[in-house]
């Protein structure tokens, strides 16, 4: 699914840090394995997310109740929800009216592993999804497992997830935006879907991506050169 960088661009990526977004490949074996960036882990009680502009990770608010993320959640790098993600989501829930958030895909990853903290690239193999819907926004959620974890590595679609997990995970995609004395955010949980629709819901966010991105590259090198 990469693209082929020029060499201009690859040496910029040895002088100077990455975009996380969009100067880190989403990874040659995706979407079957691909490269996830996190943003958040378990022990975090503020909500970070990736700062489009910089390319740096930043405080996005302070929870204001007591949920924490179940998971480490991040982003697949060269991703965007447009029209291919939000025509998945007409086609599971046979309604019209969705757009994309227009933000890269989401990504929960499970692991056994302590991680510290986010900022952060791992390899994941997607084995779901949560068809999320804030607003009239498609907002998929894909789920993961980090690769070669010892405990959860070895799953390979969203059935080998126990109940409980899954009931977690959607508890806090459901709330994680409610702020006190406020109406709860609108957002809907259509369905959990397993690995063969999060790899086309993946697939079609790269689309989006090639399609709202397609010259970044080029724009770049014909910068550099003056």
């Given at each position: 699914?990469?693209?082929?960088?020029?060499?201009?661009?690859?040496?910029?990526?040895?002088l100077f840090r990455?975009?996380?977004?969009?100067?880190?490949?989403i990874g040659e074996?995706?979407?079957?394995?691909?490269?996830?960036?996190?943003?958040?882990?378990?022990?975090?009680?503020?909500?970070?997310?990736?700062?489009?502009?910089?390319?740096?990770?930043?405080?996005?608010?302070?929870?204001?109740?007591?949920?924490?993320?179940?998971?480490?959640?991040?982003?697949?790098?060269?991703?965007?929800?447009?029209?291919?993600?939000?025509?998945?989501?007409?086609?599971?829930?046979?309604?019209?009216?969705?757009?994309?958030?227009?933000?890269?895909?989401?990504?929960?990853?499970?692991?056994?592993?302590?991680?510290?903290?986010?900022?952060?690239?791992?390899?994941?193999?997607?084995?779901?999804?949560?068809?999320?819907?804030?607003?009239?926004?498609?907002?998929d959620k894909i789920?993961?497992?980090?690769?070669?974890?010892?405990?959860?590595?070895?799953?390979?679609?969203?059935?080998?997830?126990?109940?409980?997990?899954?009931?977690?995970?959607?508890?806090?995609?459901?709330?994680?935006?409610?702020?006190?004395?406020?109406?709860?955010?609108?957002?809907?949980?259509?369905?959990?879907?397993?690995?063969?629709?999060?790899?086309?819901?993946?697939?079609?966010?790269?689309?989006?991506?090639?399609?709202?991105?397609?010259?970044?590259?080029?724009?770049?090198?014909?910068?550099?050169?003056?």
């Amino acid at each position: 699914m990469t693209k082929k960088r020029e060499p201009l661009w690859q040496l910029m990526g040895l002088l100077f840090r990455a975009h996380p977004w969009h100067g880190v490949p989403i990874g040659e074996d995706a979407p079957r394995v691909l490269t996830a960036y996190i943003e958040i882990v378990p022990s975090d009680t503020v909500k970070y997310e990736l700062d489009k502009a910089s390319g740096l990770l930043k405080i996005d608010r302070p929870q204001q109740f007591s949920n924490v993320c179940p998971s480490h959640y991040g982003l697949v790098p060269q991703t965007y929800c447009g029209e291919h993600v939000a025509e998945r989501l007409r086609l599971r829930t046979g309604r019209t009216g969705f757009v994309g958030d227009g933000d890269p895909l989401d990504i929960c990853v499970l692991t056994e592993k302590v991680i510290p903290h986010g900022d952060i690239l791992l390899r994941a193999i997607p084995i779901g999804g949560l068809s999320m819907i804030d607003g009239d926004e498609a907002d998929d959620k894909i789920l993961a497992v980090m690769e070669g974890d010892a405990s959860y590595g070895a799953w390979r679609d969203v059935e080998d997830c126990p109940a409980a997990l899954i009931e977690r995970l959607r508890h806090y995609f459901l709330t994680y935006k409610n702020v006190p004395h406020e109406q709860p955010a609108k957002v809907e949980i259509t369905e959990v879907y397993g690995r063969d629709e999060a790899l086309a819901v993946i697939e079609a966010s790269h689309q989006d991506y090639l399609a709202r991105f397609s010259d970044i590259e080029g724009l770049l090198t014909a910068a550099l050169r003056g």
